[in-house]
């Protein structure tokens, strides 16, 4: 049995890396399989994740045309300027009031083996827990995703001595209110998300648990091909 969760979704960036190839701000609106990137993880969090509700964080930039794409299956709410992918999700989580948040990011492809890979991880464990979706990426790659090598709670023994890097890679779930207060005590300045996993499982009786991904960032060129 999930606690209540519910989802949210950071479709706010200006996909800087894709300029010239698509529209500021307007990556999650990409199509694939005759769905937007958005609208198909808004499907995923509601009937996939079983979520309560799926929060959207916009920017100015594309929330017309996402509140018309998704006609009212979400909340949205608006990141005025967007800074960073962390304060995206502070403002995100004011809309929520379950006991577990599921967090996606609005230009990542993510088949629902994934999905249920992350939660089942849940099921299995009744202890407050931090459920990530990772896959290992080769060398020069796994340099523009999150990577969780270094990060100070332990890789899986058959991880640590392969000559790949843990990358997150599709959602993570962590309780609600542990997540609300870390992000309250970073400052502007703090953007990088593995801070809030190492402070989050620094934090008992939080613990990590690993979910295998097969989820796609399409956020450079090169994915999108």
């Given at each position: 049995?999930?606690?209540?969760?519910?989802a949210?979704?950071?479709?706010?960036?200006?996909?800087?890396?894709?300029?010239?190839?698509?529209?500021?701000?307007?990556?999650?609106?990409?199509?694939?399989?005759?769905?937007?990137?958005?609208?198909?993880?808004?499907?995923?969090?509601?009937?996939?994740?079983n979520?309560?509700?799926?929060?959207?964080?916009?920017?100015?930039?594309?929330?017309?045309?996402?509140?018309e794409?998704?006609?009212?299956?979400?909340?949205?709410?608006?990141q005025?300027s967007?800074?960073?992918?962390?304060?995206?999700?502070?403002?995100?989580?004011?809309?929520?009031?379950?006991?577990?948040?599921m967090?996606?990011?609005?230009?990542?492809?993510?088949?629902?083996?994934?999905?249920?890979?992350?939660?089942?991880?849940?099921?299995?464990?009744?202890?407050?827990?931090?459920t990530?979706?990772?896959?290992t990426?080769?060398?020069?790659?796994?340099?523009?995703?999150?990577?969780?090598?270094?990060?100070?709670?332990?890789?899986?023994?058959?991880?640590?001595?392969?000559?790949?890097?843990?990358?997150?890679?599709?959602?993570?779930?962590?309780?609600?209110?542990?997540?609300?207060?870390?992000?309250?005590?970073?400052?502007?300045?703090?953007d990088?998300?593995?801070?809030?996993?190492n402070?989050?499982?620094?934090?008992?009786?939080?613990?990590?648990?690993?979910?295998?991904?097969?989820?796609?960032?399409?956020?450079?060129?090169?994915?999108?091909?």
């Amino acid at each position: 049995m999930i606690p209540r969760m519910d989802a949210v979704i950071l479709a706010a960036g200006h996909n800087k890396r894709l300029k010239g190839l698509v529209p500021t701000a307007m990556k999650p609106l990409l199509v694939y399989n005759g769905q937007t990137l958005v609208g198909r993880l808004v499907q995923q969090a509601l009937e996939v994740a079983n979520a309560e509700k799926a929060v959207v964080v916009c920017s100015p930039l594309n929330a017309q045309p996402i509140c018309e794409v998704l006609q009212g299956k979400s909340h949205i709410i608006l990141q005025p300027s967007p800074t960073s992918p962390l304060d995206a999700l502070r403002i995100g989580l004011q809309l929520c009031d379950s006991p577990l948040v599921m967090v996606l990011c609005g230009d990542n492809i993510v088949p629902d083996k994934t999905m249920n890979n992350v939660l089942g991880c849940i099921r299995d464990f009744d202890q407050p827990a931090l459920t990530i979706a990772l896959r290992t990426v080769e060398g020069q790659d796994a340099r523009r995703f999150t990577r969780l090598v270094n990060a100070r709670f332990e890789a899986p023994q058959e991880a640590v001595g392969q000559a790949t890097s843990l990358c997150w890679i599709g959602p993570f779930v962590a309780p609600t209110e542990a997540l609300r207060s870390i992000l309250e005590g970073f400052g502007a300045e703090t953007d990088q998300f593995a801070d809030v996993f190492n402070e989050l499982t620094a934090t008992p009786p939080h613990r990590l648990h690993f979910a295998e991904s097969d989820a796609a960032d399409i956020g450079v060129p090169e994915e999108i091909a």
